[in-house]
């Protein structure tokens, strides 16, 4: 028989329901002639590319073709070969930053300062007295546009110069007296995201305020967390002030989260410090929501429209809870990350299964398997897996898979860990199966490996049969 295997994490608030996990691995929806319906991928690992100061990586952004890296609290510029030369800077905090760049001068702000980079003028505080604190830029139509933090307002900077500032180039948001919360660029209108509110704003060319909203429209969702929106597939998404994740389909929000990962995020005492970004890899878009608090990285699959969860291991095997991804940019022809726990600045690798050199580990919970509450009884549980993958030599030369089995519907474990060979290099006939598992009525399966080897699961398979 076939055996329904984890393709998302689905954590119903009740186990029994669904415990399924899908942890630093991906679904894939296959053709309709391919040999499973949906195979399951392990996200690539990770490369050091260079190293900026001591960290954290709090952001990243490429102008004329150079990586800028935000670093503790000194900007960085970073050579197509890794070569990192400190800029300068006093950029107080340890959070993300936002970053924008008009071509010439790069715009940074931290929620207190605002601060800019260009070749004349070198790192320089934006001191003029018309600049306001805020937490994002955006530049759009030759300025660069901030919210006004704790107002609802959002402001301007002169033509083509952040370091200029004209107290009438600005706005409030007219709708609802919300706090503006953050300014997001998208499809020439710069959409103005508020507590309860988003507007969308569109440049008509006004004297002193450029600005004007769209007549009539104005989305009835607020932002949940400042720095936590992501431009993605032609779309916008960001986690809602309700603690949903929406992506704007146009300009009207169309939930993406479940109710399971919903019901975990309103357990979490603190949200307002979350914050998104995304990445492309092999056909795939993700978009990373971070929960720093609450320590948990969840990310959504454009292309599936499944959440998996990632985490990272430090160089003791201790799991950290959130992946150590801060931030990300596609440059240099690699898709590089920042860490949030040094100065590194990664770069992802198919041909790699480590970050940083520390082990990731991949976790799979099935789905329940059970029949209208009657036994059932498994002989034989076989993984279909891409076999005979191992690395030439040492930890993962005879790569490895755990099995963990649940028979209360995922509320506790057998303590007995089964580990079986995925296959040494070359051995691609190999089996992965267990055997004389006996009766539950409430199966769920959970499979691991911390192996330094490709995993891809293909399907699960059985032997068994129903009782009373």
Partial sequence: MKIAFGTQSYKSQSLPISAQRLVNMYAERQPPDAKTDVAVFGHPGMLTFTTCGTGPVRGMNKMGGVAYVVSGQRLYSVTSGGIAT????????????????????????????GYLYSTTLGFVLITDTDFNAAETVQFFDQRFYFDWKDTNKFFGSDLLDGTAYNALVFASAEARPDNVKAVVLNKQMLLVFGETTIEPWQDVGAPNMPLERVPGVVIERGLGATRATAKEDNSVFFFGND?????????????????????????????????????????????????????????????????????SWDINGRDL??????????????????????????????????????????????????????????????????????????????????????KDGGRTYSTRQVWKSAGAIGRYRIR?????LGQAREWVFELTTTDPAKRTIIAANGDGYTGT
């Fill in 86 to 113: 400190d800029i300068g800077g006093n950029i107080s905090g340890t959070d993300p930053v936002s970053m924008d760049n008009n071509g010439s001068q790069l715009v940074i702000v931290n929620g207190t300062n």
């Fill in 243 to 311: 603690h949903r994740f929406y992506r704007l389909d146009g300009l009207t929000p169309v939930g993406v989260s479940t109710p399971a990962l919903e019901a975990e995020w309103e357990t979490y005492s603190i949200v307002h410090d979350a914050h998104c970004f995304s990445y492309p890899w092999a056909g795939h878009k993700f978009i990373i929501l971070q929960f720093p608090t609450a320590n948990k990285t969840f990310a959504f699959d454009v292309a599936t429209g499944l959440w998996h969860e990632r985490n």
């Fill in 321 to 406: 809870g959130r992946w150590r991804a801060n931030c990300h940019l596609s440059c240099y022809d690699r898709e590089l990350i920042g860490d949030a726990f040094s100065g590194v600045v990664g770069y992802l690798s198919s041909s790699t299964y480590t970050e940083l050199g520390n082990t990731v580990q991949a976790l799979v919970t099935s789905p329940p398997i059970h029949s209208d509450r009657k036994r059932v009884f498994i002989s034989r549980l076989e993984l279909d897996i891409e076999a005979g993958v191992g690395i030439t030599s040492g930890q993962g030369s005879d790569p490895q898979w755990m099995l963990r089995i649940s």
């Fill in 432 to 436: 992965l199966r267990w055997l004389r």
